[in-house]
């Protein structure tokens, strides 16, 4: 686009026309440099691709123009802050998203937590230091000093309520307690009074063995001590390695004692009277106390310990007491409520607040005590050594310290002495006060603060590098960067985040970041230097005007700045602004001051001056003033005159700041009417003579919608104003003059001034150059993306420009010649690949785009652009000029680099490519897709024809990186991960025969989950070594030709490797995890470190050795160059095995640590345990029936690509059918032998899953392929099975009649099913389909007349149906992936959708029987600041409420099809919204639900832009135990029920602020179930590390026993002849080796043993209940004493496999030829049975019987071996039955007494599962192919059963044998089996 200018006299003057376009000659042509491309690009076009080059041209016939110059009057009138109205979207949120929820003790269980509810959870106990059990399960620790506690204490905890104290169950109170009504609180409080403090009290929990678990770390006590009487409080706190120390605080005690385990404080009350005699009673007219306690700065301070949780309180006479609360937050009881949340403080919540009477002070009727005060300096973890408490807790000046609470009625925070001030009209007396170590900080305003109190201060140590590309061998670890980052940088102020490129002050180099680093460029040599250091993004630049400071800011909360020594690279100084996100540095002239603006932690626009002055000369920064502005700042500038005057501008304002007397204040410009514009920089004008005076200072600011205006500084007004136009075409009438607010103007994004012009960056993508009377355009460059930042030279002689495409260039003037500087692409980058023979680099991007490089020149020579789909991966052909690239909608097409143009392309594949790779000799090439199919291409051929493909070969659950699939380096195999992530297959590469399947999912305990392969490579050919890294961040060397271990590289990185690669010579083994990259010496043994090279910002995506294997090349958020270190074979390597350590942590362990935390490279490698390597699963030929290929019709369910919704449906990986195979039987409806009676669990995984109606009382929920009805007040349930996969989604029609119901596709099927259910009856009454892939949304319209059903991301479907007869109305592809549909709730001929950028509006137009539909699209508005939205409701008419990934939610008028509100209402993806007319509710993917008063949001639709959403606040927050994926409330919003993905469903109760546990079920594999004695209750086990107690008549639960960090996996209950009911116990075995016993009655932990290393498989008890046996992983039986825990024999007769059952029973049968009271069997996953007899009283064990059966190579199921089960026969106890891998699939009955094989019953399938009914000779037996089948014993007849949606692990018989308990994962199923 070009413009014209039209000065104001009407006269048009031309600059001489000169046009010349850069860069548009050879690709070759320009100097080699750093950065990626100098000059421009060679073009190649595909379908929908442009590549436009860059123009320089003089003043033309189509120049800009300005319009006309509108001069205002000068004015020195001042505005009011606020006058003007701020943007859209741009409102700063009263405290949202960090002041308390206001409610009441909400009861939330966090992950792997139980709530104390109705059913009773247990308080767990405390078993001495050993015991690792707790009630909450938290997340990892924030810092080093303690760990974040549960989510259900969060933002507070009712402690009182929590545990019911009322009820005195799970409390206790001793002598006199009573509840009586206080007329000070107006409400009822406990009152304990007697003479004796210990015989009166109260206490929680009721008993000393059991534990509060409550790990906040402020204690809340409201209380009042009674006058003249003593009181004690005591606490019981536990420490991280759980000692418990008594902390005590009383009136009673004289001074301050401390022992290792106890802590007593005085609470010396002094009264304002001269009788000194009464000093410790407690004086008349005490008042309400509110005592604040820092648990964890108590134990700190006082004993150097770290806080763990708090185990026990006790309140003792005599005192009155309110309730206790916990938190995480520090509360300011004296302010409560909405008005004070903008306070930098944390307002009380109204829960916890006393009432003050209007017009009283809080401090007048009410006491504050905090104790230790804020004059303790709290070190941040214990000290190395332990002692006297520090000097700063020594008070007065006795010898003796006395530590005490305060107690004032004034907020005092700094003195320690305790003193309760009480009214006396004669005399007063107070303690002094301790000195206070910081400057007070008042409410109004923040003074000047050094920078170690608002962050961590220091020295970086991280040299810069200047690097050249020949410096291989002596740099070090250099880098060149080969992409610029784009100026786009997305931060908190909206449009404010350009991060500008800056010229040195000498005007030869441009100082630019690159994601985490930043690049010096030398613009006429190319040499580039580095600044290393930051961790993430760097948003912010700034340089002094000497050239000796730079500034650099990170982006994130909390941001980081870094000052640097710009001549030398050296970091000075670190701190940590108060800023959490940084838009804009600035520095004065001097260096002396820096400031800079951002968004501080409530969303408020903060501006922060720090003095820099004495940085240089090893000083400190100090913070000198700090300023709040409620307007909006997109620029700021320190003024280069005057180091105290700083100007900035935004939406509708323009400011002068001045720092004066430590204080920022800013007054406005008066801008009269151009109040409205969107200003997005300022310059101010330089005199040609040097600089000019203050009141000669002129400031020139530009705005979105093409304006220029000058201001005079002194005056403080718009001297002129001007705008930017474009022009009409040659020929066209002469252009109209138009004033400032009509016509469209070319919005201008940056400007920069020299003494003689004005640069002007635009929209347009042109750089301009005028004079400074704009009276012409000087020169104009037009670039290929809009300019995004300029900068003029320092000598006026070249303008920097960038744009947001990432080109980065200058325009010289007097040569007028544009030079490209650098290229880049605009998103990650994904996949790269490299040529040997021409030496170039492919990369593809999330930005669309395919681009060629020249390694040696680093230049950009072709760019490829698709705007229809997405590149995914890419790779060269090894011999001609071809490359191929894999594609997200399956397609793989080749290109030429000849022709630039596509050569074939082909598009067999159903999804997303994933992998691409060519042999080495390009006679083949193979791709792999995201659905598991598997293609052989021949490239010989000139079409390249498609050879084979094969379905379900790659796993489509394995990472989506390159390495997942790699070539021999002879060409003759191929490998990759599959057909599962625990599986690598190893293939030829000519006929695909399967020649090696080697199975790496073993038990990875750190996560307590089966290890999976994250990437494959290949050795040399000569090694035949193929690498595999894991999940379990280990790289497995193996032999390629037999799959057997040669090495094993534990931690080698904290993460795990998702990409790695060998070098040609096998010398350097190169990495990527996380933001790093490796290199390992592959070669040697010994165990120094590798290179490690840090600079991403992102996790990388792909490393690679360059052509000359002499660099690393790695791909992320931006494209590096690296050189590898020359060293000795001594210097480098892997680590190797070192002995094995179990001490905890050593020294490299904790330097590890370390440099985990600072992502630097440590010193050392820390030596790793020895461990016996895993067995690895090996087939060494393909499976039975198979030759390694299939059909091209992908058997398995499609896979959808996740959204940025959190609430994107992933269904579990279908199995085989469960009636796929020959010999399954299915019984008549009438004659089944079992029927389904209860589920516990509820589908997380689904969206909007959950229904309830409140006036019918209707509530429906999915599990799995199952519809559950329930009754909520007799808790009975429906079951609606027939869904052949997992259910999606859930609908209720309007009148609650219909149902519908939809699944994902099965193996059977083609498309998705879906079923409309009569709710009455609960029959399908109808089954439609027509989706491909999964359904994501259904919706009835408001008259039930239509159902709307939403294909996933992959489909995209859209289909309406007729209710009437359910047949297809119409159906429409959509152009991109929608996440929501809703039908308009007042019309229903209207229905919209949401999704990436856009709203769809959609009108349904009938006629006759046909119905059409009428889009209308509208593009989400840029100051929302997101680009997709992921949840939509409608509210009050017209309005249209939109949730968006990032956390906002968006307010649509559909009239008018615009948006005009926006907040930001959570920090994560909102994935639910549900509206009334006034109140909103929203759901997040952080647990969050807000409820949202929106009433006036229907006044602020007629403001339309100037709408502020500050008339939006959130009345209540609940936090719950995962993303929130459903919900249902009643029509005023008042209560409802909500589903999260940890499958819990929540009543919600807003009026009572509460939620209910309403369905729960484990959260993860369900390991065991077990069963009491009597049937009253069931216990389960999971691997989420709980053991829970369920009332086996109402499957609610009772207790729960929750140990963090491990997993459950086995569990047994104590026999009906051990003891007494009440003594019965439960035995758990975790992945610790652990073993603890848990008694049920007392719901409390007795024993905690540690028979075995590694982790348990099996426990049970021996008959008599006195014995315990286990098995572990390693094929150790340990036999345990139950009650002492000591292990007295083990069996290692199976060492080497993984015991995976022990039975034992009463030993009936006397012809065994052995002696002993029980009889007992171990089965190992080696297929090895051994039967013992044993009398353990007598210490007596001998084998009876050793079985082995033999087991082929073939025996996998759905990626897992298959176990070996065996058990005694109930009814016989001569006979064993096993089941396991096999010759065949089959039950072996075995007879002890005739030692041979007497029976053996067909299976279809390998049992999964394995379970013998006692009474009534049935075997239950569960399948992986989610199948469960009976098998009548006495008549030889079966029946099978589906219902589960997974591998049916476990089945279990109740004792009585009248219930079946079966379980899939987390799912639980319970069968009642009918009488036979």
Request: hydrophobic share 40%; aromatic share 6%.
């Amino acid at each position: 686009m070009t413009a014209e200018v039209a000065p104001l006299s009407g006269s048009r003057c031309q600059a001489p026309r000169c046009m010349s376009r850069a860069g548009r000659a050879d690709a070759k042509a320009g100097s080699s440099s750093g950065a990626m491309a100098r000059g421009s690009a060679r073009r190649a076009r595909v379908p929908g691709s442009r590549v436009p080059g860059s123009r320089v041209g003089g003043r033309g016939a189509q120049g800009p123009r300005l319009g006309p110059e509108t001069r205002v009057p000068a004015r020195a009138e001042y505005r009011l802050p606020g006058a003007h109205p701020r943007a859209p979207g741009a409102w700063l949120p009263s405290g949202a998203r960090t002041r308390p929820a206001r409610l009441a003790g909400v009861g939330v269980a966090g992950e792997g937590a139980e709530s104390p509810g109705p059913t009773g959870s247990c308080l767990v106990p405390e078993a001495g230091p050993s015991s690792a059990v707790a009630p909450a399960r938290g997340a990892g620790p924030p810092d080093a000093r303690r760990p974040l506690p549960a989510a259900w204490q969060h933002p507070f905890l009712n402690v009182f309520r929590h545990f019911r104290v009322e009820e005195w169950k799970r409390s206790a109170k001793q002598g006199d307690v009573a509840v009586v009504t206080d007329k000070t609180l107006k409400g009822a409080v406990y009152r304990i009074r007697g003479s004796v403090s210990a015989a009166n009290y109260i206490q929680l929990p009721k008993n000393s063995t059991q534990s509060l678990g409550l790990t906040g770390r402020y204690l809340y006590v409201l209380f009042r001590p009674l006058p003249n009487k003593h009181f004690v409080i005591h606490l019981d706190v536990s420490t991280e390695d759980n000692q418990v120390i008594r902390v005590s605080f009383s009136n009673l005690f004289k001074e301050f004692k401390s022992t290792a385990t106890r802590l007593q404080f005085p609470f010396v009350l002094e009264a304002r009277t001269p009788q000194r005699d009464l000093v410790g009673l407690v004086p008349h007219g005490a008042r309400w106390t509110f005592l604040q306690l820092d648990l964890q700065d108590i134990l700190l301070v006082y004993l150097n310990r770290r806080y763990g949780h708090l185990k026990s309180v006790r309140l003792c006479a005599s005192l009155l007491v309110r309730n206790l609360y916990t938190s995480d937050l520090c509360f300011e009881p004296a302010f409560s409520g909405a008005p004070w949340a903008k306070l930098p403080v944390t307002p009380m919540p109204r829960e916890m607040a006393f009432p003050v009477p209007k017009g009283e002070s809080w401090h007048d009727r009410y006491v504050h005590v905090r104790f230790p005060s804020d004059s303790l300096k709290v070190p941040s973890k214990p000290m190395e050594k332990s002692g006297s408490p520090p000097e700063a807790v020594l008070l007065g000046p006795g010898p003796h310290p006395l530590p005490c609470p305060v107690a004032s009625s004034k907020p005092v925070r700094f003195s320690v002495s305790p003193v309760v001030q009480t009214p006396s009209p004669t005399a007063s007396s107070q303690a002094p006060l301790a000195p206070r170590p910081f400057p007070e900080v008042s409410l109004s305003q923040e003074r000047s603060e050094a920078s170690n109190v608002d962050g961590p201060r220091f020295h970086s140590l991280e040299p810069w590098a200047r690097v050249k590309a020949s410096d291989v061998h002596t740099a070090a670890a250099g880098t060149h960067v080969l992409t610029h980052e784009s100026t786009e940088v997305p931060v908190a102020l909206e449009d404010a985040g350009s991060c500008k490129a800056l010229w040195t002050p000498d005007g030869t180099a441009v100082v630019y970041p690159c994601h985490a680093v930043i690049v010096v460029l030398l613009v006429d040599t190319g040499e580039q230097r580095f600044f290393l250091g930051h961790t993430d993004k760097v948003c912010a630049l700034a340089l002094d005007g000497s050239g000796s400071l730079l500034a650099s800011a990170q982006a994130r909360t909390p941001s980081v700045i870094r000052l640097w020594d710009f001549q030398t690279g050296r970091c000075l100084c670190v701190f940590q602004s108060p800023v959490h996100v940084v838009c804009s540095l600035s520095f004065s002239d001097s260096g002396a001051l820096l400031c800079g603006v951002g968004k501080d932690r409530h969303g408020r626009t903060m501006v922060v001056a720090w003095g820099t002055g004495q940085v240089g000369l090893g000083g400190e920064v100090v913070v000198l003033a700090k300023a709040h502005t409620d307007f909006d700042v997109q620029a700021f500038r320190v003024t280069f005159f005057d180091e105290t005057r700083m100007a900035s501008c935004g939406q509708g304002s323009v400011r002068l700041w001045r720092l004066r007397g430590g204080a920022l204040r800013s007054c406005p410009v008066d801008l009269g009417e151009h109040h409205v514009l969107q200003f997005t920089d300022l310059a101010f004008k330089q005199a040609r003579d040097g600089c000019p005076e203050p009141s000669a200072a002129m400031l020139f600011v530009c705005s979105r919608s093409g304006h220029i205006l000058e201001i005079d500084c002194q005056c403080m007004v718009v001297r002129h104003a001007r705008r930017l136009l474009p022009t009409q075409t040659l020929g066209g009438p002469h252009p109209q003059k138009q004033t400032f607010s009509t016509g469209p103007g070319i919005a201008i994004s940056s400007l920069s001034l020299s003494p003689a012009m004005c640069a002007v960056g635009s929209a347009d993508g042109y750089l301009r150059l005028w004079p400074l009377d704009f009276s012409s355009v000087l020169l104009e460059a037009e670039h290929e993306g809009p300019v995004s930042s300029v900068c003029v030279s320092p000598d006026g002689l070249r303008v920097l420009s960038a744009t947001s495409s990432g080109h980065l260039g200058f325009l010289d003037t007097p040569s007028r010649v544009y030079h490209m500087l650098a290229r880049s692409h605009t998103a990650p980058v994904l996949a790269l690949a490299t040529e040997q023979r021409r030496g170039q680099l492919a990369t593809v991007s999330q930005d669309r785009t395919v681009r060629i490089w020249d390694l040696a020149t680093l230049q950009q020579l072709y760019n490829f652009t698709s705007s229809e789909e997405a590149p995914c991966t890419v790779t060269f052909h090894p011999t001609r000029p071809i490359f191929f690239c894999g594609f997200s909608s399956g397609a793989v097409r080749s290109f030429s680099l000849e022709a630039a143009e596509v050569l074939v392309e082909h598009t067999c594949h159903q999804g997303a490519i994933t992998g691409l790779t060519a042999t080495p000799d390009g006679r083949l090439l193979f791709s792999s897709c995201s659905r598991g199919s598997l293609a052989q291409y021949n490239c010989a051929d000139p079409q390249w024809h498609v050879l084979r493909v094969a379905a379900d070969m790659v796993s489509p659950d394995a990472p989506a990186s390159p390495s997942t699939l790699a070539v021999s380096r002879d060409g003759r195999l191929l490998a990759f991960v599959g057909p599962s992530r625990h599986t690598v297959t190893v293939m030829g590469s000519a006929s695909l025969d399967e020649l090696l399947r080697v199975d790496i999912g073993t038990l990875d305990l750190a996560s307590g989950r089966l290890d999976s392969a994250m990437a494959v490579c290949f050795g040399p050919a000569a090694l035949g070594h193929l690498l595999v890294s894991t999940s379990s961040n280990r790289v497995m060397v193996l032999d390629a030709a037999s799959g057997r271990i040669i090495r094993e590289l534990p931690g080698v990185h904290p993460e795990p490797c998702s990409s790695l690669m060998l070098s040609e010579d096998a010398r350097f083994l190169l990495m990527a995890a996380g933001r790093a990259v490796k290199v390992w010496d592959y070669t040697t043994q010994a165990n120094p470190g590798p290179q490690v090279y840090i600079g991403h910002s992102e996790p990388v995506q792909a490393v690679t050795f360059s052509p000359d294997q002499q660099q690393v090349l790695s791909a992320g958020d931006a494209i590096f160059l690296w050189d590898i270190l020359a060293t000795t074979e001594s210097d480098q390597s892997f680590p190797g095995p070192s002995p094995a350590c179990e001490a905890g942590l050593g020294t490299g362990q904790l330097e590890d640590a370390a440099s985990r935390a600072s992502e630097l490279p440590r010193q050392q490698v820390p030596k790793p345990s020895q461990a016996s390597p895993p067995r690895l699963g090996i087939c060494a030929r393909p499976p039975e029936g198979g030759d390694g290929t299939s059909d091209t019709k992908n058997s398995g369910a499609p896979r959808t690509t996740c959204p940025a919704s959190h609430k994107a449906f992933t269904p579990a990986r279908a199995s085989r059918g469960p009636h796929s195979a020959k010999g399954t039987s299915l019984p008549p409806a009438s004659s089944e032998w079992l029927r389904l009676k209860a589920v516990v669990g509820y589908s997380g995984n689904g969206r909007a899953n959950m229904v309830w109606r409140p006036d019918t009382g209707f509530f429906a929920y999915t599990c799995g392929r199952l519809v559950v009805v329930e009754d909520l007040h007799s808790g009975a349930q429906q079951h609606w099975p027939g869904h052949p996969a997992e259910i999606s989604t859930l609908a209720l029609s309007h009148s609650a009649q219909v149902l519908a119901s939809a699944s994902g596709r099965s193996s059977t099927t083609d498309h998705c099913q879906i079923r409309v259910w009569d709710v009455s009856g609960g029959l399908c009454q109808h089954l439609i389909s027509h989706h491909s892939t999964t359904v994501l949304a259904l919706a009835f319209s408001p008259d039930d007349r239509l159902l709307v059903t939403l294909g996933d991301h992959d489909g995209c479907t859209l289909a309406l149906w007729g209710t009437a007869t359910y047949d297809l109305v119409s159906s429409t592809r959509l152009p991109e992936p929608v996440h929501g549909v809703a039908f308009n709730p007042w019309d229903a001929g209207e229905l919209t959708c949401v999704g990436q950028g856009t709203v769809t509006f959609w009108l349904l137009q009938q006629r006759g029987a046909d119905i059409s539909l009428q889009v209308h699209r509208e593009q989400i508005p840029e100051t929302v600041g997101a680009g997709e939205l992921t949840s939509l409701c409608y509210g009050a008419p017209p309005l249209l409420y939109c949730g968006t990934s990032s956390g906002q939610v968006c307010v649509w008028d559909t009239r008018a099809g615009r948006c005009f509100l926006s907040w930001e209402a959570d920090d994560g993806g909102i994935g639910l919204l549900l509206c009334s007319s006034s109140r909103l509710v929203s759901g997040s993917s952080t647990g969050r639900l807000r409820l949202w008063a929106v009433g006036p949001v229907s006044e602020l639709r007629c403001k339309g832009l100037g709408a502020r959403s500050s008339s939006v606040f959130m009345e209540r927050e609940l936090v719950l135990d995962g993303a929130v994926v459903s919900a249902s409330f009643d029509g005023s919003v008042d209560m409802g029920v909500v589903g999260t993905r940890a499958g819990t469903l929540w009543f919600i109760s807003w009026a009572e602020g509460t939620s209910t546990r309403l369905i729960s079920g484990h959260r993860s594999k369900v390991n065991e179930v077990v069963f009491g004695p009597g049937e009253s209750h069931c216990a389960t086990c999971g691997e989420d590390g709980s053991v829970r107690v369920w009332a086996l008549a109402s499957m609610e639960l009772v207790i729960q026993f929750q140990v963090l960090n491990q997993s459950c996996l086995c569990l047994t209950w104590s026999p009906r002849c051990c003891g007494r009911p009440e003594q019965q116990r439960l035995a758990a075995g975790y992945g610790d080796g652990s073993l603890r016993i848990f008694s049920v009655s007392r719901t409390a932990m007795e024993l905690k043993m540690h028979p075995h290393p590694v982790a348990l498989t099996t426990v049970t008890f021996s008959t008599d209940g006195q014995t315990v046996l286990s098995g572990d992983k390693d094929g150790l039986v340990a036999v345990s004493h139950s009650r002492t825990g000591i292990t007295f024999r083990v069996v290692s007769d199976h060492q080497g496999a993984a015991i995976s059952t022990i039975c034992v029973t009463r030993k009936e049968c006397e012809d065994l030829g052995v002696e002993g009271t029980d009889l007992w069997l171990a089965a190992s996953g080696d297929q090895r049975v051994s039967v013992w007899a044993s009398d353990w009283l007598r210490n007596r064990c001998e084998l009876v019987d050793w079985l082995s059966f033999p087991m082929p190579a073939t025996t996998e199921t759905q990626g897992h071996l298959p176990p070996s089960l065996a058990a005694f026969c109930p009814w016989d106890g001569a006979l064993l039955m096993y089941v396991g891998p096999g010759v065949d699939k089959e039950v072996i009955i075995y007879d002890l007494s005739q030692k041979q094989v007497v029976e053996k019953i067909p299976l279809p399938f390998f049992a999964m599962s394995l379970s013998l009914s006692p009474g009534t000779r049935l075997l239950a037996l569960g399948f992986a192919e989610c199948m469960l089948r009976l098998v009548d014993c006495a008549t030889g007849t079966a029946q099978d059963f589906a219902g589960h949606n997974n591998a049916v692990h476990l089945c279990r018989f109740t004792p009585s044998a009248r219930l079946l308990f079966t379980a899939a994962c987390n799912e639980i199923l319970v069968w009642e089996v009918s009488g036979r």
